[in-house]
């Protein structure tokens, strides 16, 4: 990895969605050109037009028997993996073909797919139900609000469902736990709902974990009913590490806070490790459902903005471009795949299938 090109993205690091840094970092977030031209028109494993490569994936992935289940699945072991087979791709087949074959992370696939084409004709709507949508949002979401950090395009589509929303006044680069706080604080006094709905994406989701862990026993947090996790930093980022470690991407990353106002220690605490704020198991109340949507790209699909990230973390494992696929998602929730997409998921899903992860949550949850 070489220094110059490394240090010139350290706002990206920092923040998974900020693309407005100029020159060698303001690249696009787009597949680079140079691939194996493939046929993808297949059907299988859950995917509509797969291609002949990703099949062969996939296909050695189901014969491989180890860690059968996603429950076997560990750091260490697709580490290993990766190490043992010389590509990062198997290892990466391997966690996703594990989650498409719980059968409960199947029966939501099928679900999605079902709604999605009745939403496609009609809404339901929800405004009866008085279900607030409260996002947990990313790190430098009140200074770069148009790169959708604060949730606006989820909220909307609430909106659309009858539902309310609303954006938790979080530090944009608080700590987790002064984060956590906040969040306790703004459940505890929220009162004009029936339930919650929380929702994050990346940093927010590590400060809705440390949140559950500070109040999730309070009687006042039975309010929340469910916790949609995309795309979470749930147990750190070893990219954090990599800067802590390493003295002048320390001195770069360190200048470019305090030259920001930016906190320090907001950082810190999203890293990895044994001694991590992030490095605990989670204890899910019994009344929240969660539902991770977690990216799982093959190396060839990997963008421009993430691949330096990518690359790094590969020496521990399959990854999305910010954090370990193993410590990608909740344990205790229902996890869907978003095969091809790294963190920035620049691969969007449909209007009507991200409304569809809603009323799942919704005829779960409320009725």
Not at 290 to 306: K, M
Not at 314 to 331: C, E, R, V
Request: hydrophobic residues 40%; charged residues 25%.
């Amino acid at each position: 990895m070489r220094r110059p090109f490394f240090a010139s993205l350290l706002p990206f690091i920092v923040l998974s969605v900020i693309y407005s840094c100029q020159g060698h970092a303001d690249r696009e977030a787009v597949v680079p050109e140079n691939v194996r031209h493939v046929s993808c028109t297949l059907s299988a494993y859950l995917i509509d037009n797969l291609c002949e490569d990703e099949k062969e994936y996939l296909d050695w992935a189901a014969a491989f028997k180890e860690m059968p289940t996603l429950a076997d699945i560990t750091r260490d072991g697709l580490r290993e993996l990766t190490k043992s087979t010389l590509d990062v791709d198997k290892a990466a087949a391997v966690f996703y073909h594990r989650v498409i074959s719980k059968p409960e992370n199947r029966d939501m696939v099928n679900y999605l797919n079902r709604r999605q084409k009745e939403l496609e004709k009609t809404l339901p709507d929800y405004s009866s139900k008085k279900i607030l949508l409260a996002i947990a949002p990313g790190m430098f979401y009140l200074d770069n609000p148009s790169l959708g950090a604060d949730g606006r395009s989820l909220r909307n589509l609430a909106l659309e469902l009858g539902m309310m929303e609303t954006v938790i006044p979080l530090e944009q680069t608080g700590t987790v736990d002064t984060n956590a706080e906040i969040l306790c604080n703004f459940i505890r006094d929220r009162n004009d709902a029936s339930g919650i709905i929380l929702a994050s994406v990346s940093k927010g989701s590590s400060d809705i974990k440390k949140a559950i862990q500070r109040c999730g026993t309070e009687p006042y947090f039975t309010k929340v009913r469910a916790w949609y996790n995309i795309g979470g930093i749930n147990k750190g980022s070893r990219l954090i590490n990599g800067i802590d470690q390493t003295c002048m991407y320390k001195m770069e990353a360190r200048s470019y806070f305090c030259w920001n106002g930016y906190n320090w220690d907001g950082f810190m605490s999203l890293r990895a490790g044994d001694e991590a704020p992030l490095n605990t198991d989670l204890q899910m109340p019994p009344h929240i459902l969660v539902v991770n949507v977690i990216a799982v790209p093959l190396f060839r699909f990997v963008t421009d903005r993430a691949r330096p990230f990518y690359e790094y973390l590969i020496q521990f494992g399959p990854n999305d471009g910010m954090t370990l696929l193993a410590d990608s998602y909740i344990p205790e929730g229902l996890t869907y795949c978003s095969w091809r997409n790294d963190h920035y998921f620049r691969i969007p899903l449909q209007k009507e299938r991200m409304m569809a992860f809603l009323t799942f949550i919704v005829e779960r949850q409320f009725k």
